[in-house]
């Protein structure tokens, strides 16, 4: 057995801590609402201590994305993609995306939508690394559609049908906080399913 | 001709300037990114003065949207309603949203989707303003939707159709902000397109 750095784990273990309370904070109040000081006091570490993992607010908040990212990773598509390629997976990630909204993995809904406007107008770093993200996300939905194609499964072009599945998710997202309902769940999959319909290939076996 | 109390005109200009720069401050940065004394610095006015017009920073809030709304209704729905009832009405209220947001109406892009992602799932009078905004904007589309089905011109249900309609615009308003490019125009029109043929009677005029 490897020995530890009792201190390297604590150390560790304070910036998981810091990190799952900045992406909570963050998907409620934005990037711009975090701050050294508010979340020292929230976890009762000193702010110099915080200092000395992140350096500086714009540090703790390119960290709070790539953590974002993270638990985006393993909540929306790790699970959709123990499904097979093609529109199987297709609708699994929008039903991912979706349950991913509704449960309140964030507590303010999607994090990524919630910061992404914060900051979708601004220059810097923290803008980029967001933009970063939204090609990732947007990268990787087009492949899932793409495989689907290339299975004789759905017909189109995939960046279009990303494009549009994607705006219904976000719709949904929106609604969900504004209206305060659950309304914009059941639009957004209708709408997934009405558009998958009018491009699935006849005789493809339908996953809804 | 009736006689006009001149400090009445220059309240009113004062006024009307107040607001249409408060609308640009909150299209970038959000309302609360609004400040009487930001304006009042911003503009030359005593902040003692932006008080008489305003009393607190919520009612320079509730008085920026209301500003926003006229402009918005102005640009994007006057417009539009000077095309008959029906299927053109619909195709010409979405061309009118998205030159609304590609010609920077205000500087921020869409007023309404930076201040409503702002202040979503919060609670309070700025809320509650956008939500009924936004209701009386999804109520609008919806008529124009059914206008044309009552023509026998789409078919389908307006509810449905006004929310993915609005889905498209909104993810083309964000995409030009965050990308800082104009693809997501494209990718919205075309879905505009494609969703509206899926719903289009037979024989009736298409106007793209």
Not at 18 to 24: A, E, G, H, K
Not at 66 to 88: Q, S, W
Not at 174 to 193: E, H, P, T, V, W
């Amino acid at each position: 057995m490897e020995k530890v750095d009792g201190r390297l784990v604590r150390g560790d273990q304070t910036r998981r801590a810091v990190l799952r309370r900045s992406v909570d904070i963050a998907s409620v109040d934005g990037l711009e609402g975090l701050s050294i000081g508010r979340l020292a006091a929230d976890l009762g570490i000193s702010k110099s201590g915080l200092f000395a993992h992140f350096g500086s607010k714009e540090e703790l908040q390119l960290a709070t994305i790539r953590a974002a990212r993270r638990i985006y990773a393993d909540t929306v598509v790790t699970p959709a993609f123990e499904v097979e390629p093609g529109l199987g997976r297709v609708w699994a990630l929008s039903a991912c995306w979706l349950e991913y909204s509704r449960q309140r993995v964030f507590p303010g809904g999607c994090f990524f939508q919630k910061v992404s406007h914060e900051y979708a107008g601004r220059e810097g770093a923290v803008h980029d690394a967001l933009l970063e993200v939204h090609w990732e996300w947007m990268k990787l939905l087009e492949d899932v559609v793409q495989a689907a194609i290339d299975r004789g499964e759905l017909t189109g072009d995939a960046k279009q049908l990303a494009f549009d599945l994607n705006a219904y998710y976000e719709a949904a997202n929106f609604a969900s906080l504004l209206q305060g309902d659950l309304a914009g769940y059941d639009q957004a999959r209708q709408a997934i399913r009405t558009r998958l319909e009018s491009a699935v290939v006849p005789g493809t076996p339908t996953p809804w």
